[in-house]
């Protein structure tokens, strides 16, 4: 299969390189989130089958997907890497170059949500508690806060309600951790 | 002889006119006094709790006269006084200028005052074209309905922080009615609220920087999609713009290469984690992989030159040996690891067996200790068994002496024991008493502190009643001249007790004059009879006594005529003077200038309705 793939990408020769850097840039947008490519858009410009396409397409994308791409080394990069022809190896490389920073943090995200439930958004209401079972006239306010958090494959809203106290420790503890991240470096 | 008959009649019904004129004219003098100093003061007050409302009446206007010609006032200060009574009617205090809205106007308010009981007639006419009478009773009425001081401030909001309070509360209220639901059952409801519509997605926007590298600006100029290309959606669009600000102004708390280490390792963990499975398969699989590339390679590469072939060779027998001494040292550590088993199951068995030696151990230490105990007591009695009998002699001796011993011993202790039994009781006695009186001061203490703690109580609602109060007297507004009020009050009483004195005198005056006619008829009428009897019988005998009886006839029916005239005379008069109040009255409810106002305002409402007409014809044509 490898040797296929390979194969394909081989039928980027020295005229049709631009092409070839488009389809890299649109991956890289995939990954970060932006529409990526489609083979309509290819079909023109490089008169392939759409299964060729595909192969090209999950070859890069797997190559681009790997961590241990980023460190912009040759010895460093995926076996796959090292069987493609120069030129192309060339265009990879400055390619993950440019685009090192965007794909380290859809990295980082992917990565965070596939480990645990990551949050992704959040919203709050502030309540006004005017009285409860036990007492007639409290005026107590509560903030409701929704996580949003995001998992591999679900999406759930983390909602509870916080009262003053609560919120501040809520607050600090968070603070904490942002304070004890900035001092780890 | 009846010439001083006659004279005497004339003067008496002279003094008669003159008593009823004086009469009527105090009567009539009084009442129009009364009548004029009581409606004064009705128009005072009335003015006053008018101004008080915030009817803005001029200083000039002191009585409600000055309100005849003052359409505007009357309908403001009807309005006004209906709105506090009432309120919500939501009637305008300015007069319309359209003809038709105004008598609309009159009519709904004359509506409403008989909604509030007003009894008398009431209509349009009584605003519009208003008489100072009838004006003067609809305001009575009005202001006694006003709402008074101490209801006043449960109506009215006190203040803003309270109107705002009460707004918040309905606000409430009405949350409260809607039934309780986990929030993602609904999107839309009231508990809802507040809820962001709009998700929070962003996406990471790239925008070009300043970077003079050749590889970037290529990059930007043939590749980088667009800001719009790159938002998919159009609500992600302002949280995307959101979190490229929030990245610029904080930075990455992580260098690129620390996030990139942990990134692999992630990666390094996840695929371990995929093969964990099959460990030992890797491992083989290792194995076999090292020993199968030498020979697979060695095909592909057999082109290559021998030197390769070589150092291939040499690799490879190094390979074997390495693996040879694996496989010894895994057997080594088999054995070993047999070894450590058995060892450690001898253990096993030797710590059972120390636990159960040490239990026997222990157990037959006591049992020692036992029959140790029990040889010593069978040595004793062996000792003793030498001479039996001296012995039991000696312990027979020994217990007779302790018998009597003992009850020696327990003869005095019956002596101790009686007094001081009777000790005893005395002094459990004396605390029974001392008990009981302690019990009654405890009862006496109770009960005082209990009226202590009644009076407290009632000490303290007196304060709170006395604070209240307090309150109440600073809250009472302290303009009231109620100083003049009473004196008015004593003033018009005083006035009364005059006045009532007045017309007393006038009743006896006329009561006098009522005995004094009746005497003088009944005098009249015995001196006439006594006259005519006289005549009579000189009638027959003397001619001249005939023409006096005659006379006497004429002259009697002539009085009783004049009697009747001046009672009739009396009678128009009085009548008059009905017709003249009559005329005052309807003067007061100045016909004339409503009558001018009337029609007036019947001009302007024919000249609107043939403007109107005129605009209809207008349209139609």
Redesign the interface.
């Known amino acids: 299969m490898e040797t296929a793939q390979t194969l394909y990408l081989n039928l980027f020769g020295e005229d049709k390189i631009?092409v070839l850097?488009?389809l890299l840039?649109?991956c890289v947008?995939e990954i970060?989130?932006?529409?990526g490519p489609t083979y309509h858009k290819f079909v023109n410009s490089m008169d392939w089958s759409k299964e060729e396409y595909e192969e090209t397409y999950k070859l890069i994308s797997t190559l681009l997907r790997?961590?241990?791409s980023?460190?912009l080394t040759e010895e460093k990069m995926p076996q796959e890497y090292h069987e493609l022809p120069e030129q192309i190896q060339q265009n990879i490389l400055?390619?993950l170059?440019?685009?090192?920073?965007?794909l380290?943090?859809?990295?980082?995200m992917e990565?965070s949500k596939e480990?645990h439930e990551t949050v992704?958004?959040?919203?709050w209401?502030?309540k006004?508690v005017?009285g409860s079972s036990k007492l007639a006239s409290l005026r107590e306010p509560l903030l409701q806060l929704?996580l949003?958090l995001e998992n591999k494959n679900s999406k759930r809203?983390l909602?509870f309600e916080l009262n003053k106290d609560e919120l501040d420790t809520f607050i600090n503890i968070m603070e904490g951790i942002?304070l004890e991240?900035?001092q780890n470096? | 002889m009846f010439v001083p008959f006659t004279h005497g009649q004339v003067r008496f019904v002279q003094f008669n006119l003159s008593v009823i004129r004086y009469y009527n004219c105090t009567v009539e003098r009084f009442r129009i006094f009364t009548f004029l100093r009581m409606m004064e003061e009705v128009d005072n007050i009335i003015i006053h709790s008018l101004r008080q409302i915030g009817c803005d009446i001029g200083e000039n206007i002191t009585n409600l006269s000055g309100f005849n010609t003052n359409t505007e006032l009357v309908v403001e200060a009807t309005v006004k006084c209906l709105d506090i009574i009432k309120p919500g009617l939501g009637l305008s205090t300015v007069l319309p200028v359209n003809m038709a809205a105004r008598f609309r106007l009159g009519a709904t308010l004359a509506q409403a005052c008989s909604e509030l009981g007003y009894k008398g007639d009431i209509g349009y006419q009584t605003f519009l074209y208003s008489s100072e009478g009838d004006l003067r009773k609809v305001f009575m009425f009005l202001i006694e309905k006003l709402p008074k001081e101490s209801d006043k401030p449960l109506s009215e909001p006190v203040s803003n922080v309270a109107l705002l309070e009460k707004s918040i509360a309905t606000a409430i209220a009405q949350s409260l009615a809607a039934p309780w639901l986990p929030h993602y059952c609904h999107t839309k409801g009231f508990r809802n609220r507040g809820r962001a519509r709009i998700p929070y997605k962003f996406v990471n926007l790239e925008i070009p920087k300043m970077e003079s590298k050749e590889e970037y600006q290529d990059y930007c100029i043939h590749y980088m999609q667009s800001v719009p290309e790159q938002v998919q959606n159009e609500p992600s669009f302002l949280p995307s713009l959101i979190s490229y600000n929030a990245r610029a102004l904080h930075s990455h708390s992580m260098s690129i290469l620390d996030q990139i280490n942990w990134l692999n390792k992630q990666y390094c963990d996840k695929m371990t984690e995929a093969n964990m499975p099959g460990d030992v398969n890797v491992l083989n699989r290792d194995s076999t992989k090292n020993t199968t590339l030498p020979s697979t390679q060695p095909q592909i590469k057999d082109n290559g030159t021998r030197e390769t072939k070589i150092v291939d060779q040499k690799i490879l027998d190094k390979m074997e040996k390495q693996d040879l001494q694996i496989e010894k040292i895994k057997v080594e550590c088999d054995s070993l690891r047999n070894d450590m088993e058995k060892l450690q199951d001898v253990i096993k068995n030797l710590t059972t067996s120390v636990t159960q030696v040490t239990t026997n151990y222990q157990n037959e230490e006591k049992e020692l200790t036992i029959n140790e105990e029990q040889k010593k007591i069978k040595a004793r009695i062996y000792d003793l068994f030498q001479d039996g009998e001296e012995n039991i002699k000696k312990l027979e001796a020994a217990i007779e002496t302790t018998t009597s011993k003992l009850i020696n011993l327990g003869n005095q202790w019956e002596k101790h024991r009686v007094p001081l039994i009777q000790k005893y009781r005395q002094e459990r006695e004396k605390h029974s008493t001392k008990a009981s009186a302690s019990q009654k001061k405890l009862d006496d203490i109770k009960l005082l502190k209990e009226k202590e703690r009644e009076l407290q109580e009632e000490c303290r609602n007196k304060d709170q009643q006395y604070s209240q109060l307090v309150i109440e007297v600073q809250k009472l507004p302290k303009e009231v001249n109620r100083s003049a009020y009473t004196q008015r009050i004593l003033e018009i009483i005083n006035n009364i007790r005059k006045q009532r004195d007045e017309i007393n005198k006038v009743l006896v005056d006329t009561r006098e004059i009522q005995k004094e006619i009746n005497t003088l008829t009944g005098r009249l009428e015995r001196s006439f009879t006594v006259a005519d009897e006289l005549i009579f019988r000189d009638a027959r005998t003397n001619e001249a006594s005939r023409k006096a009886y005659k006379l006497l006839a004429t002259l009697h029916s002539d009085c009783s005529e004049l009697v009747n005239l001046v009672e009739e005379t009396g009678a128009t008069i009085r009548e008059i003077r009905d017709l003249e109040e009559q005329i005052d009255s309807e003067a007061t409810k100045n016909v004339g200038a409503n009558l001018e106002r009337i029609t007036a305002d019947l001009k302007q409402m024919k000249q609107e309705t043939a403007e109107l007409t005129a605009q209809l014809q207008n349209k139609t044509s």
Do not use: W
């Open positions: 631009h850097k488009e840039h649109a947008d970060c989130g932006r529409p790997h961590p241990a980023l460190y400055s390619c170059k440019v685009r090192r920073e965007q380290t943090d859809a990295l980082l990565c480990k992704i958004d959040f919203d209401r502030l006004l005017m929704d949003i809203i909602d942002v991240c900035k470096n």
